[in-house]
């Protein structure tokens, strides 16, 4: 799947997190608790992972695209 295509399936969204804030929020005293924060956070990140890449590979290309045309018109004065 392409960062292009994705979009993340909307009924897994709040039943993901409602899930995960009731596991977080029913914890026993066994130990889980830290497991279900992690899986909260790779949830998170399988949902939001290829947005958020895609969303820096542009403003690294408008911030290499500027830095470029800066230094012509730096060049070009000269």
Not at 8 to 25: E, H, K, N, Q, V
């Amino acid at each position: 799947m392409s960062t292009a295509s994705h979009n993340p399936p909307r009924l897994l969204i709040p039943a993901g997190f409602g899930f995960s804030y009731m596991t977080i929020r029913l914890v026993p005293e066994n130990g889980w608790g830290p497991s279900a924060l992690v899986g909260l956070l790779v949830f998170a990140l399988i949902l939001w992972g290829p947005a958020f890449l895609k969303w820096a590979s542009k403003g690294l290309a408008v911030r290499n695209a500027a830095k470029k045309k800066a230094a012509a018109e730096a060049d070009g004065k000269k």
